[in-house]
Nanobody, 119 residues
Framework: QVQLVESGGGLVQAGDSLRLACTAS????????LGWFRQAPGKERDFVSA????????YYADSVKGRFTISRDNAKNTVYLQMNSLKPEDTAVYYC????????????WGQGTQVTVSA
């Protein structure tokens, strides 16, 4: 079992920055990828970014490339999503999720944190 807790959401203006954090606990040794997803009102949950828990690979949705940066602090079991140049269309609930080795889906999810970007 893996537990995930997000933090760092809030209300900002367009052009501002925010940093989200996701702290993992439990069987963190089993994590292969840790990702960020977001869900805007009335829309499906979309992939934002992910990284390998024990590697260097990172992945980004086209909509956030060049503006968002994912990173990790293994000592703190924490993954960060630095979001710069925020746009109103980035408004959503942001979820952290973990995918384990040998599993093809993100099976563990955090509770989500609201990000609201005003124009």
């Amino acid at each position: 079992q893996v537990q995930l807790v997000e933090s760092g959401g809030g209300l900002v203006q367009a052009g501002d920055s925010l940093r989200l954090a996701c702290t993992a606990s439990g069987h963190t040794f089993s994590i292969y990828h840790l990702g960020w997803f977001r869900q805007a009102p009335g829309k499906e949950r979309d992939f934002v970014s992910a990284l390998m828990w024990n590697g260097d690979s990172t992945y980004y949705a086209d909509s956030v490339k060049g503006r968002f940066t994912i990173s990790r602090d293994n000592a703190k079991n924490t993954v960060y999503l630095q979001m710069n140049s925020l746009k109103p269309e980035d408004t959503a609930v942001y979820y952290c999720a973990a995918r384990q080795y040998g599993v093809n889906t993100y099976a563990y999810w955090g509770q989500g944190t609201q990000v609201t970007v005003s124009a």
